[in-house]
Nanobody, 118 residues
């Protein structure tokens, strides 16, 4: 089973940008669908974006469409989340996930904090 670890979180002002990375290890990366989720304080974890194993299909939550972009580099075993035009409501712990298919994520990272100040 592949393991994943996030990086790239931090503090940014509203309107700014961040790029999150998720590095995979221990297994073959390319067959796995990858996703990003987030959990804000006092709220349930929610879907943010996902990408198919070959990168040809991407999916986004309505709240981030047009601002966030998910991509992957199978040679580097890494998936990225480029976040632009950040808003205070994007503040959350962001988690990377891997799985055999979209909506079947079974391997999760520890999360990385993203804080957007107003």
């Amino acid at each position: 089973q592949v393991q994943v670890a996030e990086s790239g979180g931090g503090l940014v002002q509203a309107g700014g940008s961040l790029r999150l990375s998720c590095a995979a290890s221990g297994g073959t990366f390319s067959p796995f669908a990858m996703g990003w989720f987030r959990q804000a304080p006092g709220k349930e974890r929610e879907f943010v974006a996902a990408i198919s194993w070959n990168g040809l299909s991407t999916y986004y939550a309505d709240s981030v469409k047009g601002r966030f972009t998910i991509s992957r580099d199978n040679a580097k075993k890494t998936v990225y989340l480029q976040m632009n035009s950040l808003k205070p409501e994007d503040t959350a712990v962001y988690y990377c996930a891997a799985g055999p298919k979209i909506q079947q994520f079974d391997s999760w990272g520890q999360g990385t904090q993203v804080t957007v100040s107003s």
